[in-house]
């Protein structure tokens, strides 16, 4: 099993550019999610899906857009990449909403 | 709504122990969460405790929970280097279809 995996591990953007982030997981999780992480601010919930063909807010979801595509992959969209969406992007998936989460390696995005 | 909260940074010597804080303020907590995250990589569960527990030890690993005070904390005996990491707690309350987590604590453990 590879748990979870994201593409890319590492993206530059310019400003206005638009991209998505994808994620996919092979533990037949109910709830996946994206998270932000910045330096001081901890990890931040952007988007979360507690079930196949649900979406929610998170605390930051202002820029974002997210798609559960169907129960393995959860993809988070840039429509036009800002200075202040540099982060590190985590996904995670869970078997609901109480479970553990089980996180991927991460993304690292720069947005110039 | 749900806020977690820890101190930022601790630093202990190789062999003493560690022992990490955190508040929460929603009582409705019914998990309470430890996650690890090494440098470069996506956070691991270490470990959780029901709400309805007081202590929970998993070898090195020692987890109290004080719901009259909404305090947790996570205590690492015998604390080597490799236990360098961030650590965050999270709670995860009734009827919420997620889990809140904190800032995270930077443990540093110097030789």
Request: net charge neutral; charged share 20%; aromatic share 10%.
């Amino acid at each position: 099993n590879a748990g979870v995996t994201q593409t890319p591990k590492f993206q530059v953007l310019k400003t206005g550019q638009s991209m998505t982030l994808q994620c996919a997981q092979d533990m037949n999780h109910n709830s996946m999610y994206w998270y932000r992480q910045d330096p001081g601010m901890g990890l931040r919930l952007i988007y979360y899906s507690a079930s196949e063909g649900t979406t929610d807010k998170g605390e930051v979801p202002n820029g974002y857009n997210v798609s559960r595509l169907n129960k393995r992959e959860f993809s988070l969209r840039l429509e036009s990449a800002a200075p202040s969406q540099t982060s590190v992007y985590f996904c995670a998936s869970s078997e609901g909403g109480w479970a553990e989460q089980f996180f991927g390696p991460g993304t690292r995005l720069t947005v110039l | 709504g749900e806020d977690v909260e820890q101190s930022l940074f601790l630093s202990v010597r190789e062999g003493d122990s560690s022992v990490i804080n955190c508040t929460y303020t929603d009582s409705s907590s019914t998990y309470l969460y430890w996650y690890k995250q090494e440098p470069g990589a996506g956070l691991q569960l270490l470990t959780y405790i029901f709400s309805n527990m007081d202590m929970k030890q998993d070898q090195r690993l020692t987890v109290l929970l004080n719901k009259k005070d909404k305090h947790l904390s996570l205590r690492i005996a015998d604390t080597q280097t490799g236990d360098s990491a961030i650590y965050f707690c999270a709670e995860k309350c009734t009827n919420a279809g997620k889990s809140t987590f904190g800032d995270g604590t930077t443990l540093t453990v110097k030789p």
